[in-house]
């Protein structure tokens, strides 16, 4: 079946802008992470949803991070303001369930790179 | 919190030699561990995990660990390796209960020589 699919692979923008990533889970699968990975680092966790709701965003670095899952399936990952410091691979997971026991499967990234 | 170190950042084999990637937690109770596989343009792969139980777990494409509560080590060890092993290697640690977020290491980056 389909894995996890991340849009855009590639995002160029300009210090300032407002950027919106997406995150396409496994279908069925009901938790939903987001990380971040900076070159040469492993990836850091963002925020996770279970459902609808995020159950845990205490990796958003500020406020000018958001994201959304309203019918609990795709997810939108905002960023405005946007900040050289952004630049990153920006990594989404979804597993079938939350807790420690389910695999999370990841999608190829988002690579954003601000100018 | 809990923290994973993976001292290695560069490590070079030649292909059919064996490996081990070593990485180390920190963590005041048994953890969960993981270790991750990324290839240019592909998402990371689970290897394997370890949970709880039998401390040797075997994973896939030939790939095993051991955790050793007694040195906070989750080292990965593969026999013989190809050359499409070659890739980023992650450790990660998660904690037990609670929402469960996994803390990776910086990585290991994997050549395999010819």
């Known amino acids: 079946g389909a894995g996890v699919s991340q849009t855009p692979s590639n995002k160029v923008t300009e210090k300032g802008k407002y950027v919106e990533l997406r995150c396409d889970p496994i279908s069925g699968h009901t938790a939903l992470y987001w990380y971040r990975q900076s070159l040469g680092q492993g990836p850091e966790f963002l925020i996770y949803?279970?459902?609808?709701?995020?159950?845990?965003d205490s990796g958003l670095p500020n406020d000018r991070f958001f994201a959304v899952r309203p019918e609990g399936s795709v997810s939108t990952l905002k960023i405005q303001r946007t900040e050289r410091g952004d630049s990153a691979v920006y990594l989404c997971?979804?597993?079938?369930?939350?807790?420690?026991?389910?695999?999370?499967?990841f999608g190829p990234g988002t690579r954003l790179l601000v100018l | 919190a809990q923290s994973v170190t993976q001292p290695d950042i560069h490590i070079t084999v030649s292909e059919g030699a064996s490996l081990e990637l070593r990485c180390n937690y920190s963590y005041g109770a048994t953890p969960y561990l993981f270790w991750y596989v990324q290839s240019p343009g592909q998402g990371l792969q689970l290897l394997l995990k370890?949970?709880?139980?039998?401390?040797l777990v075997q994973g896939i494409k030939g790939f095993e660990a051991e955790f050793k509560r007694s040195q906070s080590s989750f080292n990965l060890r593969k026999p013989s390796v190809h050359w499409s092993d070659a890739a980023e290697y992650f450790c990660?640690?998660?904690?037990?209960?609670?929402?469960?977020?996994?803390?990776f290491g910086r990585g290991t980056s994997l050549i395999v020589h010819p």
């Open positions: 370890y949970f709880s139980g039998d401390t």
């Open positions: 990660a640690v998660g904690v037990t209960g609670g929402s469960y977020i996994p803390t």
């Open positions: 997971a979804s597993s079938l369930a939350a807790g420690g026991v389910e695999t999370q499967y």
């Open positions: 949803f279970q459902g609808t709701g995020a159950a845990d």
